[in-house]
């Protein structure tokens, strides 16, 4: 009797999918993004001039590819930043006309994300003060573990649909990977945090609930991240960090053949700084003009002021190679701060900058080339953006009154624990979104009880960034049947997304 009520569920669920013609996730009906027009290879550009400041060794160890050791051909100097304003005040209207529109990634002062300098919203020009960023002055205490609604915008910030982001036709990353480079080597780094860092900056990559708000900017269509592999770049623990400085150590590693193998078009190599180094500005102390405001644009400032991090791309030929990089966020004795200090463990500060950075990476991976065209034409390169210059990540933070509003942890789908992130921005709510158990336009019908959580299942090893690999979890037991076709039954069964199964629930109840 259970073989045949299983059997014709799976019958009739086929004929269920049969009659969904909106991709695989099944049919949507409330929102209905942009649709990208290609998420092809970038476009080539000229080989960059070769400068062999830093040669690699080599891997360290015995058998071991957990750390790779650069030489440094020379000191680094400790830059003295200087942030050129050209004389102009941001959101006044002389900075409208000439193009300059002021990005934000992330700040413990209120001040500067992403190395760009929020909003005022002070001009008749720009946005209503309610709906857009203010300059914060108050303190930033430790993070809220409340959450937000789990399907609705972060509650006290009002829809802004202004801010909505627009796809610009350029690439974006369905499935990326990524790699974690610990600067400075083990002996830079508590083993508990990177260990932490590793494990729950994986965790939220791949979580589903988070995923299902980023998923609308991709047709609502499955996305994955690949945690590949973390290493400890030894024999460069450096005091100040430059945009160039990782861009040569880029160079360097690539031509020692650190990243072969690797599906580099789609993978970010995220340099991770130690305790006590500075990042600074992505652009050196220059100010871009820029006639797009669409255009993120970078400002001069270093992470003692608020940078927390940034991401980046690097061609060398046929050859691109992405990047971000993450201040280790602190709270430092003289009651300054280094990055962006809002959770009360340093580590958690870097997963929500680094799940910040692999986010803007997936949805405007090219973001630099546009910058460095500097022309209306630039907007070519973009993925998505809002027309103020923002990326998904931006704008959540510009709007919040206090980062812990979108600095908060998380519980995961799997219901595994909790994960530190920073909440992304979400156009199907006009603001940002915490996670969410379907997809926008997926949601079972009101009434429907919604299916349990799955129970918590052992977690994936994760590569470790030493010289002992990681534990092999205990596979989980397998299901004891004696009739093979019902365990076949049973196996389809499994396979049916959600929205499939209460169909055929309701459809049986209705009999």
Same mark, same amino acid.
């Given at each position: ?12 669920? #086929? ?5 969904? &013609? ?7 009906? $409330? ?7 290609? &998420? ?11 400068? /062999? ?21 020379? @000191? ?11 004389? #102009? ?18 700040? +413990? ?18 946005? /209503? ?20 609604? +789990?399907?609705?915008?972060? =509650?006290?910030?009002? $829809?802004?649909?202004? %801010?909505?982001?627009?796809?610009? *036709? ?13 600067? *400075? ?18 965790? $939220? ?68 700084? =130690? ?13 871009? @003009? ?9 400002? @001069?400032?270093? +992470? ?9 791309? #690097?061609?060398?030929?046929? &050859? ?70 923002? %990326? ?26 909790m994960v530190p992130v920073q909440l992304q921005y979400s156009n199907a709510v006009h603001g940002p979104e915490g996670p969410i158990p379907y997809p926008h336009g997926m949601e079972p019908p009101p009434g429907t009880q ?5 129970? /918590? ?14 534990? &092999? =979890? ?12 019902? @365990? ?24």
């Amino acid at each position: 009797m259970t073989r045949t009520l299983l059997s014709g569920a799976i019958g009739l669920s #086929l004929v269920l999918l049969a009659g969904c &013609t909106s991709g695989p996730l099944g049919p949507r009906t $409330a929102y209905t993004p942009v649709p990208p027009s290609r &998420t092809g290879q970038p476009v080539s550009h000229p080989p960059i001039a070769t400068q /062999p400041v830093i040669t690699p060794t080599g891997l360290i160890g015995s058998g071991s590819a957990s750390s790779v050791r650069v030489i440094p051909g020379a @000191a680094l100097p400790r830059h003295a930043m200087v942030q050129v304003q050209q004389g #102009l005040q941001f959101g006044s209207q002389a900075a409208l006309q000439t193009g300059l529109r002021p990005l934000a990634m992330l700040a +413990s002062n209120g001040q500067m994300i992403d190395g760009r300098p929020m909003p005022v919203i002070d001009s008749a020009a720009q946005m /209503p003060r309610n709906g857009g960023a203010r300059p914060r002055r108050e303190a930033v205490g430790a993070a809220s573990t409340g959450l937000p609604s +789990s399907s609705a915008r972060v =509650p006290d910030l009002p $829809a802004t649909p202004q %801010e909505d982001l627009k796809y610009r *036709g350029g690439r974006i990353i369905r499935d990326l990977s990524y790699i974690n480079l610990y600067v *400075g080597g083990q002996d830079a780094w508590n083993p508990t945090d990177w260990k932490s860092i590793d494990k729950y900056l994986a965790a $939220a990559m791949a979580d589903a609930h988070l995923n299902n708000v980023l998923v609308q900017y991709f047709g609502n269509t499955p996305i994955s991240s690949t945690f590949k592999k973390s290493f400890f770049l030894s024999g460069w623990r450096p005091q100040f960090v430059a945009k160039g400085d990782l861009e040569r150590q880029l160079k360097s590693l690539h031509a020692g053949g650190a990243f072969s193998g690797y599906d580099l078009p789609n993978t970010c190599i995220n340099f991770l700084l =130690p305790r006590g180094t500075v990042l600074g500005d992505p652009n050196g102390g220059e100010q871009l @003009a820029l006639q797009s405001k669409a255009i993120p644009m970078e400002e @001069a400032e270093d +992470s003692t002021g608020g940078l927390g991090g940034y991401h980046g791309s #690097l061609h060398l030929g046929a &050859t691109t190679l992405y990047y971000s990089t993450a201040a280790y966020s602190e709270r430092l004795p003289n009651g300054g701060s280094n990055g962006i200090p809002v959770f009360d463990q340093n580590w958690k500060n870097v997963v929500a900058t680094m799940y910040h950075e692999l986010q803007e990476f997936r949805t405007d991976p090219d973001v630099d080339d546009a910058i460095r065209d500097g022309t209306s034409a630039g907007t070519r390169y973009l993925g998505w953006t809002s027309d103020s210059g923002l %990326e998904v990540g931006d704008y959540p933070i510009a709007a919040a009154r206090q980062l812990k509003q979108v600095f908060v942890e998380v519980p995961l789908a799997d219901g595994s624990g909790m994960v530190p992130v920073q909440l992304q921005y979400s156009n199907a709510v006009h603001g940002p979104e915490g996670p969410i158990p379907y997809p926008h336009g997926m949601e079972p019908p009101p009434g429907t009880q919604p299916l349990p959580n799955p129970p /918590p299942q052992p977690p994936t090893p994760q590569p470790q960034p030493n010289n002992g690999p990681g534990t &092999t =979890p205990t596979p989980p037991p397998t299901p004891i049947t004696t009739d093979p076709e019902l @365990a076949k039954v049973i196996a389809q069964w499994n396979q049916l997304e959600d929205f499939v199964k209460k169909a055929i629930v309701r459809l049986a109840g209705s009999r």
